[in-house]
């Protein structure tokens, strides 16, 4: 009975962070940033009134989020005009590779089947009608992102400009003079790690973009610039965001580069460059600390993607660290699952 109690009472927690989407997503997020800002409140904060370095500290972040994505919706609404043009050259080039192949197999009359299929030839022709413009459709959401991003930037400043009291508040509930001494330190370690993890892998984040539009240019991929801030968002997502910031560049070079070996090399670039920050970069920088099992990464994405979609898979990896950090610092059996999620 208490353990069907305890499955139901998960399943209906669940169902409610799932509803309670446009609160928690940007909450979570705001008490991520807040960690990460905090330092920066801290020293304004020796020569101004906290609450007023809060309100320059939310300011100033909010205003070089909405400065880069107005930056990026003319170039992007470009691209995503562009796709049905991309895709009529993969049809072209999967066409001539399979002409090639015909003649060097025995089964020379399905390869050209398969062929006309691919390159909408032949009798049996699919029809593809696209229902609505991915315009419209990325402008029907443009609403709720802009409220969830206000709501954050709210939380934020609340965060920064009370976030100390708040926590000496938290810490001064117990009343065993010991214990609330282990708060603080508890509480203190995780706002430095978090901190800590989260600059890290956005300094990280943001060289990837460096070198990303750097080789974008050097392979004369158009919107360099593009694809390499792309890439570096793309990456707080593990694995979901490679192959996508992948597919991204891949379809930019079909529609400017002549052959298939300068298509297929923006993107080979791209994972060589993602595969040296995550496997060599970003460990070396944060350690054995933060290290996390991959197989609870992706677990985490598929989860958070599917309670808050896309918002979710981007802090994902930073919940499940936080998880993690707190885990450490708790009784009982709770050190051990943080082992079971470390890598």
């Given at each position: 009975m208490n353990r069907a109690l305890i499955?139901?009472?998960?399943?209906?927690?669940?169902?409610l962070l799932r509803e309670a989407k446009p609160f928690m997503l940007p909450l979570?997020?705001?008490?991520?940033?807040?960690?990460?800002?905090?330092?920066?409140?801290?020293?304004?904060?020796?020569?101004?009134?906290?609450?007023?370095?809060?309100?320059?500290?939310?300011?100033?972040?909010?205003?070089?989020?909405a400065t880069g994505a107005l930056q990026l919706t003319t170039p992007l609404e470009g691209w995503m005009q562009r796709v049905p043009e991309a895709m009529t050259a993969l049809e072209r080039h999967v066409a001539d590779v399979n002409s090639r192949l015909s003649s060097l197999t025995d089964a020379r009359e399905s390869l050209q089947r398969m062929a006309e299929r691919m390159a909408g030839g032949g009798e049996d022709k699919v029809a593809v009608e696209i229902e609505e413009d991915p315009t419209s459709q990325a402008a029907r959401h443009l609403g709720g992102v802009a409220s969830g991003f206000a709501i954050a930037v709210l939380l934020l400043y609340f965060l920064l400009a009370t976030g100390n009291v708040l926590t000496h508040r938290l810490v001064r509930l117990p009343?065993?003079?010991?214990?609330?001494?282990?708060?603080?330190?508890?509480?203190?370690?995780?706002?430095?790690?978090?901190?800590?993890?989260?600059?890290?892998?956005?300094v990280m984040n943001i060289g990837l973009a460096l070198a990303t539009t750097a080789g974008m240019y050097w392979l004369g991929v158009p919107d360099p610039w593009l694809w390499g801030i792309l890439g570096g968002l793309l990456n707080y997502i593990p694995y979901v965001g490679t192959?996508?910031?992948?597919?991204?560049?891949?379809?930019a070079a079909l529609v400017s580069q002549p052959t298939m070996a300068d298509i297929l090399a923006p993107g080979a670039l791209y994972l060589l460059?993602?595969?040296?920050?995550?496997?060599?970069?970003?460990?070396?920088?944060l350690g054995g600390r933060f290290s996390v099992n991959p197989l609870f990464v992706f677990l985490a994405i598929i989860?958070?993607?599917?309670?808050?979609?896309?918002?979710?898979?981007?802090?994902?990896?930073?919940?499940?660290v936080f998880t993690k950090e707190v885990l450490t610092h708790l009784g009982g059996n709770a050190p051990r699952l943080a082992r079971l999620i470390a890598r």
């Open positions: 499955v139901l009472a998960a399943v209906a927690v669940v169902l979570t997020i705001a008490v991520f940033l807040s960690f990460m800002l905090s330092p920066m409140v801290d020293l304004l904060g020796r020569r101004l009134p906290r609450p007023l370095a809060a309100i320059f500290v939310t300011l100033g972040f909010a205003a070089m989020v009343r065993d003079p010991q214990r609330r001494r282990r708060y603080v330190r508890v509480v203190r370690s995780l706002r430095s790690g978090v901190a800590h993890y989260l600059a890290t892998i956005t192959i996508i910031t992948v597919a991204a560049i891949t379809v460059l993602n595969g040296i920050e995550a496997t060599i970069l970003t460990p070396t920088v989860a958070l993607g599917w309670l808050w979609g896309v918002g979710g898979m981007f802090i994902a990896v930073p919940l499940l």
